[in-house]
């Protein structure tokens, strides 16, 4: 059934001749996968002239550098991390300083809105999270370093279920300083608000979604002075108060299998909809040599989302483990339409040694 649904989606994609796979000129062509279009300059130049430097100073003289996006006129969201030991707030655009008024946050979510009456500039077209997919072409934009504007392309690698909307997780690299700026989707509409990266992996970027800013901006009567704002934000938290998704990455970095195939079954328990739950069982049950349950994780995760790449991957490298060599390549064949890079490494491992 699950191969048969898998079919379906790629039949619908306009893909067929299965067996065409096991031709090495075909199977090249596959994996190379379409090109992508990227962000014109032009693009680039239009979206970035409404990301902004942020400098936030406390009253016992700390300094502080982050970003921010002109949202509405007037109006700059950035993350409250930036800015929230400050007193004072500027806002740097095309060498103007500019001072913010008051702010409106939402600390849990690590979203700070700044009103700054005199800030000219255009605001940015918002998007939607729940338009986007897995793989598809971002851009991030922020003043990395505190340096000048830095563009960043890449792609989704993650949509984290949280709050009412999901957490962009992305291969766009940022560091410190572009905190606070946006990511674009390819018609140049904020998707996201960079926020923050773990250790240990090229994928672990995350931006909170648009949803969360048109929430504060809806909050109107919300505003307060510009002064320091107290309490942690949602990436911030320890166990058990962490989000499942982050906990559940710390876990596979320490590889606690024990302890992340708990965290799952709560986590599936409580949001029985969202596909990363039964692929983080999976993979703790694959590590753990329990290879018939970590199946039956690894297909609920693909009858919750077909599109899950990491989960297809991750079945087709048990089936491959597991000497079932021919439900591995029918993986590859669903793989190599989704994630050429995965495919490959899925490929890899079919070779023989």
């Avoid at 949803?211 to 934000?233: D, F, M, S, T, Y």
Wanted: proline share 5%.
């Amino acid at each position: 059934m699950l191969f048969e649904s898998a079919r379906s989606m790629l039949r619908e994609y306009g893909v067929c001749a299965l067996r065409a796979l096991t031709m090495g000129l075909v199977f090249g062509l596959l994996l190379a996968g379409p090109a992508r279009a990227g962000f014109s300059q032009e693009l680039k130049l239009e979206v970035g002239n409404s990301v902004v430097k942020i400098e936030a100073i406390s009253a016992e003289g700390g300094y502080g550098l982050g970003s921010g996006v002109i949202v509405a006129p007037g109006l700059v969201v950035t993350n409250c991390h930036v800015t929230r030991k400050a007193s004072r707030i500027a806002v740097l655009k095309n060498g103007l300083r500019t001072y913010a008024r008051t702010q409106r946050s939402d600390i849990y979510r690590d979203l700070c809105m700044l009103r700054v009456p005199t800030l000219e500039g255009e605001p940015v077209v918002l998007g939607r999270t729940e338009a986007l997919s897995r793989k598809q072409t971002v851009m991030a934009i922020g003043y990395t370093g505190g340096l000048g504007i830095q563009y960043s392309e890449g792609e989704v690698a993650g949509l984290h279920r949280l709050a009412g909307s999901r957490v962009v997780q992305s291969t766009n690299w940022f560091s410190s300083g572009a905190s606070g700026g946006g990511m674009f989707d390819e018609q140049g509409r904020l998707i996201g608000v960079l926020t923050f990266r773990l250790r240990g992996g090229e994928r672990h970027y995350y931006a909170t979604p648009v949803e969360w800013v048109k929430e504060l901006l809806a909050a109107e009567g919300a505003e307060r002075p510009i002064e320091p704002v107290p309490g942690l934000c949602f990436w911030e938290l320890g166990p058990p108060e962490q989000p499942h998704f982050l906990r559940a990455a710390a876990l596979v970095q320490g590889q606690a299998w024990d302890e992340l195939a708990q965290l799952a079954e709560r986590w599936e328990a409580e949001d029985p909809m969202d596909s990363e739950a039964p692929h983080a069982r999976g993979l703790a049950l694959t590590a753990l040599g329990r290879i018939e349950a970590a199946e039956q994780a690894y297909s609920r995760a693909l009858n919750l989302d077909p599109r899950h790449a990491r989960a297809w991957l991750d079945l087709g490298l048990l089936y491959q483990r597991s000497g079932r060599q021919g439900k591995a390549r029918e993986a590859l064949t669903v793989l190599s339409q989704l994630d050429p890079q995965a495919a490959r490494q899925l490929s890899d491992s079919l070779e023989p040694r």
